[in-house]
């Protein structure tokens, strides 16, 4: 196995990289430096106690797409081939096929999984479950990277993290997964608007309907992140709002 690993700064000189942690960043580069010349790594979990990094840590590089696990607790570098240039007389082939067996490259060298194969993998990497820290893995919508433009990445929509806000701040049940929320999120995020965009939404509303038992019923994503969710977000929270006029419906 080839020794010598590099990093392109593509990847770590973005927004999309610099804004994690330093803990977070310091894991993705030792996961690097232990990958092997595909980019996989099967001792993902013993890196991250050497260096005293945080399972919200390893959680935050999947949720931002540096990289994939599968369920047999492997993990691979999405970036590889962005990063590594192996050549052919050093390069020692994965021992790990049946996991790469569900991975397809774009034309930008970034792995994805393979939509047309039903894959095993899951959002974390197999452990005594923990609560997962404010960023996860989005199963629908993996960025991707050029590596021949200056673009930055496209951020993954963090369902997860509205939705638990919501039920969080309003007491309701909601789950990330169901489709009728997701569309709506990913609509008002298509629009341009993000994750603190969504929270303030969330928190006047909040202010406004949680008290009220008949407003109460309306904090639900139907209703705020529907067709009227900027004209929430540029709301000042009012308290104890009794006119249903302010919700559309």
Not at 79 to 103: A, G, P
Not at 150 to 167: F, G
Not at 182 to 194: E, M, P, Q, T
Not at 203 to 230: A, C, H, I, Q, V
């Amino acid at each position: 196995m080839a020794q010598r690993r590099m990093f392109s700064k593509k990847i770590t000189d973005t927004d999309h990289f610099l804004e994690m942690p330093l803990s977070a960043q310091a894991l993705y580069f030792h996961l690097n430096m232990g990958a092997d010349d595909e980019g996989f790594i099967d001792r993902a979990r013993t890196i991250q106690r050497t260096i005293r990094a945080s399972d919200d840590d390893m959680k935050i590089l999947i949720a931002k797409g540096f990289l994939i696990p599968f369920e047999s607790g492997v993990v691979v570098i999405r970036h590889w081939r962005i990063h590594n240039y192996i050549q052919s007389d050093r390069f020692q082939t994965t021992i790990y096929q049946d996991e790469k067996s569900h991975l397809e490259y774009d034309q930008s060298k970034v792995a994805n999984f393979n939509t047309e194969k039903k894959c095993i993998h899951d959002v974390s990497i197999p452990e005594p479950q923990v609560r997962l820290g404010k960023d996860r893995l989005d199963k629908d919508r993996l960025t991707t990277y050029s590596a021949d433009s200056d673009e930055s990445y496209e951020e993954p929509i963090p369902y997860q993290e509205i939705i638990e806000h919501l039920n969080n701040t309003c007491g309701k049940g909601y789950t990330h997964t169901g489709k009728s929320s997701r569309k709506l999120i990913r609509a008002r995020w298509n629009d341009g608007f993000r994750l603190d965009d969504f929270k303030k939404v969330i928190d006047t509303k909040s202010k406004d309907w949680l008290k009220n038992k008949d407003m109460n019923k309306y904090l639900r994503p139907e209703t705020l992140f529907g067709t009227k969710f900027e004209t929430y977000l540029n709301e000042a929270p009012r308290s104890n709002r009794n006119s249903s006029n302010d919700i559309g419906v």
